[in-house]
């Protein structure tokens, strides 16, 4: 996937995202990084083909991304998005079944064989039959990225996965995803609200600030304490933890 | 089918059958089960004609109404989001009926003009609910339904002269009417079966159907017309018959659950059975004469959508 100098705005008002020109790595996780409102889901969503850039093209395999019908897109590109809630209650195993729609259509009827790999990737084996308003918070989002996952597309994104959930699923979740990296070959695209888990997880760090792609390279080239202050505007310091590694902490104010 | 789907498909279909016989039995002339089985064994021609060319007939409308009544609510309210989203509520029923009525006085001896006119009543007011602004507020979507669908039966019998339920009935329907019907309203059934899973489907946001590669508005199309095509076919017949639409799914999600794959064949049942029961009590109750279905119904029904309203459980959305 391509980007080719991508700007986006709202019916004519302020651009959002600025010329944007980069590569997604096929096979790579790559994590979207920077401050609140910075247009992080806004370039997803550029990506997914959820939104149209105003100038410039996302390319797939050597298309426009826009040109794509739906049905093809979501044959490629799978998304877990921020929003999930359904109208009405669904039992598990029929939420994951939707994202088999993707590659059958309308009509088709899906059978529970099917969908058994993508639950067991996740670990909802024994949930299929429960409805989806008995589950917990983390159980919830395993679910969305069974479906999603369900879609076997080539390209996963994942809009703040981790948010609202406690630490320990937060783990268990980013576990999910790894393995899901390592046995699918799947191209994960992530925006996270942790950066240190993102620079942990990825391949690749793309940051951003107020709609402009600031830098690209892997997450080792940007344990840099004056660029990172710099781009989320408080005072960021670096410090090794025995048994982790480097961790990012925002300083409080005036602390020096 | 889980064990609680297969005890209630049992036991909906035990009482359909039960219902059939009692409605065959009673009526101006009672006849004991021995009388009805000699009628059709062949022994009674007198019975028989009563049973085939009157009670029979009758039978089968009400059938056939109350399931396509009930399906019509069941996919409207997963069209909208809302499970007090019945025809009858949101005024597609009045308007389609008002229509006919005025229809009547320009070109009367239209039959097919019936079914055609309670089809673009349908139509339009469902163009005008699903317009954004209603669409997105579900108290607003029952309380403009609620209000549309009382101006037109205002208006109804403000050009007819006559109250609303009492011009429509069961009461005189014979088997041609009957078999009409029953041919087109039959596939109108097989395809809101064959269609249940889109109503599934609908429990996604639009964006979450797009991104699976589905357009939400293709759906949402299809069942709400399946809707008008139903609820419409049962005004061109008998008229207005309100209230099933709400009573029936509701109670049938209470018994099994969410899933609209058994809650649209459930409800067909059951829709059946409610209505049978309902015009069996109203041409008995009053003999000689006959009480409407819809005044029985809107008795029943009254009561039952506002203790649906107090508890607040008309919207799916939580």
Not at chain 2, 195 to 215: C, D, H, V
């Amino acid at each position: 996937m391509q980007l080719n100098n991508v700007s986006f705005s709202y019916h004519q008002q302020a651009e959002i995202i600025h010329d944007v020109s980069a590569d997604v790595t096929p096979g790579h996780i790559l994590s979207i990084v920077g401050p609140n409102g910075a247009g992080k889901t806004t370039l997803s969503k550029l990506m997914t083909g959820e939104l149209k850039p105003s100038r410039g093209a996302v390319m797939l395999d050597g298309e426009p991304l826009s040109q794509l019908t739906r049905k093809q897109r979501a044959d490629q590109i799978a998304i877990v998005s921020q929003q999930n809630q359904l109208y009405d209650d669904m039992k598990v195993i029929d939420v994951v079944k939707m994202g088999r729609l993707a590659k059958h259509g309308l009509l088709a009827a899906i059978d529970d064989q099917e969908v058994a790999p993508y639950l067991a990737m996740t670990g909802l084996q024994s949930f299929a039959n429960r409805p989806m308003s008995q589950l917990s918070g983390g159980q919830k989002q395993r679910v969305w990225i069974a479906a999603a996952i369900a879609q076997d597309p080539q390209y996963l994104f994942l809009d703040e996965p981790t948010t609202y959930l406690d630490i320990r699923y937060q783990t268990e979740l980013m576990a999910i995803i790894e393995k899901l990296h390592r046995q699918q070959q799947m191209t994960i695209v992530m925006i996270l609200h942790d950066i240190n888990q993102a620079f942990r997880m990825s391949d690749d760090i793309w940051l951003i600030k107020a709609g402009k792609l600031v830098s690209t390279g892997q997450p080792n080239q940007f344990y840099d304490e004056r660029s990172l202050s710099e781009i989320f505007n408080t005072a960021i310091r670096i410090v090794s933890i025995p048994d982790y590694g480097k961790y990012i902490v925002e300083l409080p104010d005036g602390a020096n | 089918m889980t064990k609680r789907e297969a005890f209630w498909y049992t036991v909906i279909i035990l009482l359909l059958v039960i219902t059939v016989l009692i409605a065959l039995m009673v009526g101006a002339t009672p006849l004991t089960l021995s009388q009805v089985w000699q009628a059709f064994s062949g022994h009674d021609s007198n019975n028989l004609a009563t049973l085939s060319q009157i009670r029979l007939p009758r039978i089968v409308a009400s059938l056939i109404s109350g399931a396509m009544l009930a399906v019509a609510g069941a996919l409207s309210q997963a069209a909208f989001h809302n499970y007090l989203a019945d025809p009858s509520i949101l005024g597609v029923t009045n308007v389609g009926s008002f229509l006919i009525l005025i229809a009547s006085f320009f070109l009367p001896s239209l039959y097919f003009g019936k079914l055609v006119f309670a089809l673009i009543g349908g139509i339009l007011t469902l163009l005008f609910l699903t317009s954004r602004s209603i669409l997105q507020h579900s108290y607003k979507l029952i309380i403009i339904g609620v209000t549309i669908s009382l101006t037109f039966s205002g208006f109804q019998q403000l050009f007819s002269g006559e109250s609303l339920v009492s011009t429509n009935s069961f009461n005189g329907i014979t088997w041609s009417d009957t078999i009409t019907v029953f041919i087109i309203r039959l596939i109108g059934l097989a395809a809101a079966i064959l269609l249940s899973p889109w109503a599934n489907y609908l429990k996604m946001s639009n964006q979450q159907l797009e991104t699976r590669g589905i357009s939400a508005r293709l759906i949402r199309i299809c069942l709400l017309g399946l809707v008008v095509w139903l609820s419409s076919g049962v005004t061109a017949a008998v008229g207005v018959v309100p209230f099933i639409g709400i009573i029936v799914p509701n109670i049938v999600r209470f018994l099994v659950g969410r899933d609209y794959q058994t809650i649209v064949p459930l409800s067909m049942l059951m829709g059946a059975w409610l209505l049978l029961v309902a015009d069996t009590i109203g041409r008995t109750v009053i003999l000689p004469g006959e009480m409407p279905v819809a005044t029985i119904l809107t008795v029943v029904g009254g009561p039952f959508l506002i203790w649906l309203l107090w508890r607040q459980q008309f919207n799916a959305i939580k």
